[in-house]
């Protein structure tokens, strides 16, 4: 069986063209990750945050215990900086099939909104901002662990 977490980056062509944020914990300014994109939530679509495919570990540490949420049954646990320990964010350690089966990024590492501040990241000539089509997995992220997010 293939793990949701070594799939090649194939993602529906509307998530292609959006753009690539850098995001820093808002609390303390510690980078979290180079490459984050403005999402909705698919239970709560009201709900924007920003979401990575790969871990931002070391930024970030797994705490507390899993949990569910009224609206799906994916198992949850929340994230936190590790500069200054406050809460960033949850990663969906086990999406459930309501989820996997709508129309998703494929991105299990989530952000809150309140908890960063983000800029937008630039392509290789410096002068355009980068599409998550551009981005190149091999070469992003040698210091993150390979599982995505949503």
């Known amino acids: 069986m293939e793990s ?14 959006k753009k690539v944020y850098i995001l820093w914990c808002a609390f303390c300014k510690q980078r979290l990750s ?8 698919l239970s ?15 930024a970030v540490d797994l705490v507390g215990k ?16 590790t500069s200054c320990g406050n809460s960033v ?5 086990l ?12 991105h299990f590492w989530i952000f809150h909104l309140h908890a960063s501040t983000v800029s937008k990241r630039l392509n290789s000539s410096g002068c355009d901002v ?3 089509a551009d981005l190149e997995i091999s070469v992003e992220n040698k210091s993150f662990d390979d599982e995505p997010c949503r």
């Open 130 to 132: 980068l599409k998550w």
């Open 44 to 58: 709560d679509t009201s709900a924007n945050l920003y979401s990575t495919d790969i871990s931002p570990k070391p």
């Open 4 to 17: 949701l977490y070594n799939k090649p980056l194939n993602l529906h062509p509307y998530f292609k063209q």
């Open 89 to 93: 964010g949850y990663h969906v350690v």
């Open 66 to 81: 899993h949990y569910t949420t009224d609206m799906c049954s994916c198992k949850i646990k929340d994230m936190a900086c």
């Open 95 to 106: 999406p459930c099939a309501k989820c996997m089966d709508s129309c998703n990024n494929g």
């Open 34 to 41: 180079d490459r984050t994109m403005k999402a909705l939530l």
